[in-house]
């Protein structure tokens, strides 16, 4: 999974405990999507997209194999 998480943080100029507090997850959470070392949950992929006012395709890509 690729995520566009760090580059609309930057858009917005709020840092990950920001983000964390507006979406009600960890800021650890946010870091680990960051680093793509963790895959969210469709729930909080829809906390974090809610914030940006985004689709969550337009944040989080899958690539073909992830996806079988």
Do not use: C, W, Y
């Not at 760090?6 to 997850?25: C, D, F, H, P, Y």
């Not at 949950?41 to 985004?54: E, G, P, Q, T």
């Amino acid at each position: 999974m690729k995520t566009k998480l760090k580059e609309l943080r930057a858009s917005l100029g709020i840092n990950q405990t920001e983000l964390a507090k507006r979406a009600k997850i960890s800021r650890q959470t946010v870091s680990l999507i960051e680093r793509e070392e963790f895959m969210p949950s469709l729930l909080i992929a829809m906390k974090i997209a809610r914030v940006f006012d985004k689709p969550v395709q337009e944040i989080f890509q899958f690539d073909e194999e992830e996806l079988g």
